[in-house]
């Protein structure tokens, strides 16, 4: 079995889709651990809801007992991080609970995975893996010419949210050096894809665009990301998990940078063709640019050539490949779109969790 925390969010429940459906074969399971705050939606994890592959518990990270708990009754080999607060405007607006669950959450993560590895004898031990998902924008921001970041890159984390995930990757590199906990760290570029809460601008542009609301782009819209389909990130974690060194970082990037208005162009373009306006006019037609957030980092960009050289990953999507699936998967499923944005999802979560939440020492687990 492996633990993945965060499961119920976008690139959790995409990976534990993915992981369920390409190692049916082999019978191992996953355990998804998710508190469901605002972003986690067990309706992403709809179509294992009979799978004997997938078990639920909603629990916190941060508490420590309920978690300890969890690895002595199902004994994973891996436990693969996700969970996090990972909205930088949210990080701006309310650092708090950024703070609480990047930091403080990794860290009470990190106890109960060292006391329960720990306690592991012979070959269990050896194999134990603890894998942090974290973020590029640790490494600050880059200017036009500036070479992509590498795993050699120093940090400097420019907003609340990167400066919280900074912290729990060096929580994590602090655990391998002093206690020889074997982690893996991979950092990643923007992802995007199926099940992406609709505050991140790929969904959002999509849902403003079909409802007839301004498309609103920070400043020039000229900042310059990195775009990483969503499962050909959780390809690389899968990837990571299985031959990664302990101890190492590996940055994960979709070799697409794209300025923040060439992919709202884009997106425009492709509703133009899949879903015209009833006035024929381009979507691009409502497009606003609004004034830039505070401190909004100007480039990111990943160097991917350790990951591809000593692991054998590369993306399988482009650019267009990968954005055109994401059009098509948001069209086909307005009424995921429709739970998200109205809020409906929430009491959904609520129906099927409400008092369900994992607590020490019997943790409540469902299917």
């Known amino acids: 079995m492996i633990f993945v925390t965060g499961g119920a969010g976008f690139i959790g429940a995409n990976f534990v889709l993915d992981w369920c459906r390409e190692r049916a074969s082999a019978g191992e399971p996953v355990l998804n651990i998710d508190l469901l705050t605002y972003a986690g939606n067990t309706e992403n994890l709809a179509p294992l809801a009979d799978s004997p592959l997938h078990r639920f518990v909603r629990a916190d990270i941060a508490d420590q007992p309920a978690i300890a708990a969890l690895l002595a009754e199902h004994r994973p080999r891996a436990v693969l991080h996700f969970a996090a607060e990972s909205h930088v405007d949210r990080s701006i607006l309310g650092p708090d609970a950024f703070v609480q669950t990047n930091v403080v959450g990794t860290f009470r993560l990190l106890e109960a995975a060292r006391a329960y590895w720990s306690g592991l004898e012979g070959a269990e031990k050896a194999a134990f893996r603890f894998l942090h998902v974290s973020t590029d924008e640790v490494y600050g921001t880059l200017g036009p010419s500036d070479p992509a970041f590498s795993e050699t890159t120093a940090y400097a984390p420019n907003s609340p949210y990167s400066a919280s995930k900074a912290a729990s990757d060096h929580l994590v590199r602090a655990y391998h050096h002093t206690y020889g906990l074997p982690v893996l760290t991979t950092n990643c570029s923007n992802n995007y894809g199926p099940h992406q809460f609709p505050e991140k601008l790929i969904p959002l542009v999509l849902h403003r665009a ?6 609103p782009v920070y400043g020039d819209g000229l900042q310059v990301r990195d775009w990483l389909y969503v499962a050909d990130h ?35 373009d492709l509703l133009d063709a899949a879903r015209p306006r009833a006035d024929g006019a381009s979507y691009r037609g409502q497009i606003a640019f609004v004034r830039d957030r505070p401190g ?19 993306p399988r999507e482009t650019f ?47 299917a």
């Open 210 to 215: 079909l409802r007839g609301e301004p498309l």
């Open 234 to 268: 959780c390809r690389a974690i899968a990837r990571v998990l299985e031959a990664g060194t302990p101890g190492e970082v590996y940055n994960v990037g979709g070799l697409n940078e794209q300025t923040n208005l060439s992919v709202v162009h884009l997106l425009c």
């Open 296 to 314: 909004h980092d100007r480039r990111y960009a990943i160097d991917a050539r350790k990951i591809e050289r000593e692991l054998g990953w590369r």
């Open 320 to 366: 267009a490949t990968g954005l055109k699936k994401t059009v098509d998967w948001y069209l086909a499923h307005p009424e995921w779109v429709e739970h998200v944005t109205t809020g409906a999802y929430r009491e959904w979560n609520e129906r099927q969790y409400a008092g369900r939440a994992a607590r020490a020492p019997a943790a409540e687990a469902s």
